[in-house]
């Protein structure tokens, strides 16, 4: 399985590491620092990289490469999985995941991998189990820690651990018992000149904030389920019942989980929010080129939407843009040629949009092609998917928990080209 883990930043340097069968030199990191200098983009390095005698496989999150090395061969996405665990699991105890935070905590990083592989094979992932066996660090705690020379490891092992539900610890009390449901909706789109769809999808998630007592058992039933087609559970969601009933069925980890993700491609399925009208033109005799775009709503069931930014990847031949916004404020930086529009909220009754004129280099040819924009925005109270839960049921527990669900829809990768 794994043998060792190495923590790479945006600068190449591994900062951290960490061995489990064996240790692997440094030098294995080599074929992948070549395969980043040849990738454009940090997300374009590819997540495989065979080399002689191992394979690299990695993740780039918060701008740190997590790269995997194993000698036999393994279902890669098994170990790409694992990775995203436990990216997740280090910002669910330190809150971000960032360089400067894992090696203040370097203790507590090496403690929480060496639970979550035993061997080179994954033991405990759950966040609940790990916290149990792992402390999670406090200011209190690291200054005991230090004076006492004590470490953040429990002394016992956790009550779930040897359960046959091992992702919820017995023994849970609440005062105020509630579950949570927040429905994630991430659309990807490329929208062509005419305002024509050339492909879209949905990438959604349901995520849980549970705090109940006991042992309870939940169910979770939605209006439309067909809608759900590829799908990936959590271990807690009892698989049979999905497939016979379209019912989700399970015991829920204590906290906040991911209880499932979901991927939505059928074009007559994605309903576009957004539409940008453009008009974006350089003439060929003169020096200054026409600028124009207005964003509007589409298919948004009457819901606003808000946190509009609007980003635009202009020519090298661009010297400067002279633009007036009808809403928020707009930055061009004349050296990358990036223009950045922070719209915010669409009022519908009068659209904001951005004019003026482009400024081109003297003697600089018509540019080749128009510019990209690519577009974020977020729409709150609305699955763009069509997907709406219907009840939420639970058994095993006399009290009545307070429940609640919110729907949420962000952009992508979200591209308009003109």
Request: net charge neutral; with cysteine.
């Amino acid at each position: 399985m794994i043998h060792s883990l190495f923590l790479i930043n945006s600068a190449g340097d591994i900062f951290l590491e960490k061995h489990w069968k064996s240790v692997v030199s440094r030098s294995v990191c080599d074929y992948f620092f070549e395969a980043q200098e040849r990738a454009t983009e940090a997300e374009n390095v590819p997540p495989v990289i065979s080399t002689p005698h191992h394979y690299l496989l990695s993740v780039y999150r918060h701008k740190i490469f997590f790269v995997a090395v194993i000698q036999t061969e393994v279902p890669p996405l098994f170990v790409i999985e694992f990775l995203h665990r436990v990216v997740d699991t280090f910002q669910d105890y330190f809150g971000v995941c960032s360089e400067p935070v894992l090696k203040d905590n370097v203790v507590v990083v090496y403690e929480v991998l060496e639970e979550m592989l035993d061997n080179g094979f994954p033991l405990a992932t759950e966040s609940n189990i790990l916290k149990e066996l792992i402390k999670p660090p406090t200011i209190l705690r690291t200054v005991v820690n230090t004076i006492t020379g004590s470490t953040n490891v429990g002394d016992q092992l956790p009550t779930g651990q040897l359960s046959v539900v091992p992702w919820r610890r017995t023994g849970v009390k609440y005062t105020n018992n509630e579950a949570y449901f927040d429905v994630i909706e991430e659309i990807d789109a490329i929208i062509d000149k005419s305002g024509s769809t050339v492909t879209a999808e949905i990438q959604g998630v349901i995520d849980a904030c549970v705090k109940l007592t006991g042992m309870p058992d939940l169910t979770l039933s939605f209006m439309n389920p067909r809608l759900l087609d590829d799908v990936s559970f959590h271990p807690c969601v009892r698989f049979k019942r999905w497939e016979s009933e379209r019912i989700l069925s399970f015991i829920p980890p204590d906290g906040n989980f991911r209880l499932l993700s979901y991927h939505v491609s059928a074009q007559n399925l994605v309903a576009i929010p957004v539409y940008v009208k453009h008009n974006i033109s350089f003439r060929d005799s003169s020096s200054l080129g026409r600028f124009e775009i207005t964003v509007g709503p589409k298919q948004t069931m009457g819901k606003s939407i808000e946190g509009v930014t609007v980003s635009s990847q202009m020519p090298r031949g661009v010297l400067s843009m002279n633009l007036t916004p009808s809403q928020g404020t707009h930055t061009f930086d004349p050296v990358t040629k990036m223009l950045s529009w922070d719209v915010g909220k669409i009022n519908p009754q009068k659209l904001p949009s951005l004019k003026g004129t482009v400024s081109l280099q003297a003697g600089a040819s018509k540019p080749d092609e128009n510019p990209t924009i690519n577009l974020q925005f977020k729409i709150q109270q609305l699955a763009i998917s069509g997907l709406k839960v219907n009840r939420l049921d639970m058994y095993g527990e006399k009290y009545k928990p307070f429940k609640g669900i919110k729907y949420m829809t962000k952009a992508g990768k979200f591209q308009v080209r003109t």
